[in-house]
Nanobody
Framework: QVQLVESGGGLVQAGGSLRLSCVAS????????MAWFRQAPGKEREFVAA???????????YGDSSVKGRFTIAKDNAKYTVYLQMNSLKLEDTAIYYC????????????????????WGQGTQVTVSS
């Protein structure tokens, strides 16, 4: 069983930045693919970004085009932590952000759907105000 604990959410004005962190309880963290999802009120959970291994080409994937260029996912295997740096935040980024994990499958594309992930954090609220 892997436990995930997110932090870093909060209230920020549009155009501002936040960095979310997610710490995992497993020492085999390097063997896990990590992802961020978000869920806004009344909407389905949405894939944001995923990373496996040490990141880099082929090991990072971003979801909706609206986050590309604004959000950056990074994985620190030494600290068992995955980050989501969010810049130029918009009102529509308001949501609960969830961290998720699954064992890495190197022969398969990075997982981008919620059902593919085995472990979830409790979520952290991000609210962007005008």
């Amino acid at each position: 069983q892997v436990q995930l604990v997110e932090s870093g959410g909060g209230l920020v004005q549009a155009g501002g930045s936040l960095r979310l962190s997610c710490v995992a309880s497993t020492r085999t963290f390097s063997n896990y693919a990590m992802a961020w999802f978000r869920q806004a009120p009344g909407k389905e959970r949405e894939f944001v970004a995923a990373v496996r291994g040490r990141g880099g080409n082929g090991n990072i994937y971003y979801g909706d085009s609206s986050v590309k260029g604004r959000f950056t996912i990074a994985k620190d295997n030494a600290k068992y932590t995955v980050y989501l740096q969010m810049n130029s935040l918009k009102l529509e980024d308001t949501a609960i952000y969830y961290c998720a994990a699954r064992p890495t499958i190197l022969t398969a594309p990075l997982a981008t759907t919620a059902r593919e992930y085995d472990y979830w954090g409790q979520g952290t609220q991000v609210t962007v105000s005008s």
